[in-house]
């Protein structure tokens, strides 16, 4: 893990240096990359051989944010003019839409378990402050519920109001860790873990769990992989806790985080499903340079029952709708959003185009922003 944080660093560094990325740029890299430290240096390896920097973007947007509702998906997409927008289609391929606010760049969506409701986060080029958005999807008002200059990442609308996210915070040592936060409209953000994460995304909510992928020392128990070995153990960065819906809190909070789901290789990215009976996460045997990672699904007790392989560049974290899962894979010249029927094991797929001259004959959507935003 000391070897990836090291390498993280050099790519935060290559950026400024070498691509000549704005800090914005590199904020939301930043950002995109909490929870995804091995994908995300895949992403770098590409851009030091020559990789095009929209080619980079898309491999780093994969990761950036998948949300499904009953009849919508929505993802992060890059613009090709180093934004990114948030792209919304009906899950039968029609009906595209596209939130790309001009000089703003978005990440990080999730719709409300309901479907009225999409959360995300944006920043204006140039400035320092990212915002937390809510947006009710028939009429795209939206509030601004946080205003922040920290990291910012994986809001989750919870229900009741009440909407979780990831984001920096000082540690006693003077440093910055990232912990679970909830915020609602108009009301100060409450801390709910203090365990000081290296990186934590994606989080999600289902039932009373609440899951996320995370990297840390001080609030984590200590793995049981030497350093010689780490390549060789079985090793997870995925955290489940208990959760209370009706009061929006983590109780029972154990002192040391204790790994979930070690099955075989390397395991990140869980995302829960609405009851919280079921996770889907990505998998790498560690095999091949770069990694590749599949999609598992698992019982919460650990039980994987399935799962793809993956085919193309990338799949993003999974996103579940009652007993179906569905996942976006990135390809060189589109995107495929595969839809699993668990209970049939009947597996669908739609391809859509990701070239910025295809998305700018994509219908915008125009948002409608107002509200009392509390600044972290």
Same mark, same amino acid.
């Given at each position: 893990m000391k070897k990836l944080k090291y390498a993280l660093l050099a790519v935060i560094v290559f950026v400024l240096v070498v691509v000549g990325g704005s800090v914005t740029t590199v904020v939301w890299w930043f950002s995109s990359c909490q929870g995804h430290m091995q994908q995300c240096y895949a992403s770098f390896r590409g851009a030091t051989s020559g990789v095009d920097r929209l080619t980079q973007a898309r491999q780093r947007s994969i990761h950036g944010g998948f949300t499904v509702s009953l009849s919508t998906v929505a993802f992060q997409i890059p613009l090709g003019d180093e934004t990114e927008g948030i792209i919304v289609l009906d899950r039968n391929g029609d009906g595209e839409r596209l939130i790309a606010t001009k000089n703003y760049t978005h990440w990080s969506p999730r719709f409300s378990l309901d479907g009225e409701r999409l959360v995300f986060v944006r920043q204006m080029v140039g400035s320092k402050d990212r915002e937390l958005l809510s947006c009710e999807t028939s009429t795209w008002h939206c509030s601004i519920l946080l205003r922040t200059q920290a990291a910012l990442s994986s809001p989750v609308d919870a229900g009741n109001g009440n909407v979780i996210f990831s984001t920096s915070a000082q540690r006693a040592d003077g440093g910055r860790g990232f912990d679970v936060f909830v915020v609602r409209k108009g009301q100060t953000p409450v801390r709910l873990t203090n365990y000081e994460a290296y990186g934590l995304s994606p989080i999600s909510v289902g039932g009373n769990k609440i899951a996320f992928g995370a990297d840390g020392g001080r609030g984590f128990e200590p793995s049981p992989c030497t350093d010689r070995d780490s390549l060789k153990c079985d090793k997870s960065n995925i955290y489940v806790l208990e959760y209370d819906p009706s009061n929006a809190t983590i109780p029972n909070k154990p002192a040391a985080l204790a790994p979930r789901f070690a099955v075989a290789g390397y395991s990140t990215s869980p995302i829960l499903s609405g009851d919280g009976k079921r996770v889907a996460f990505l998998n790498t045997n560690r095999k091949g340079n770069p990694w590749r990672y599949n999609i598992a699904v698992a019982d919460i007790d650990g039980v994987?029952?399935?799962?793809? %392989?993956?085919?193309? #560049?990338?799949?993003?974290?999974?996103?579940?709708?009652?007993?179906?899962?569905?996942?976006?894979?990135?390809?060189?010249?589109?995107?495929?959003?595969?839809?699993?029927?668990? %209970?049939?094991?009947? #597996?669908?797929?739609?391809?859509?185009?990701?070239?910025?001259?295809?998305l700018r004959t994509i219908e915008p959507i125009t948002l409608s922003v107002d509200g009392f935003a509390d600044v972290l």
């Open positions: 994987v029952d399935g799962g793809f %392989s993956v085919e193309g #560049v990338a799949f993003s974290s999974g996103a579940f709708v009652g007993d179906t899962l569905l996942v976006n894979e990135l390809f060189d010249d589109h995107y495929r959003i595969l839809s699993a029927d668990l %209970s049939s094991r009947r #597996v669908t797929g739609m391809g859509i185009k990701h070239s910025p001259e295809y």
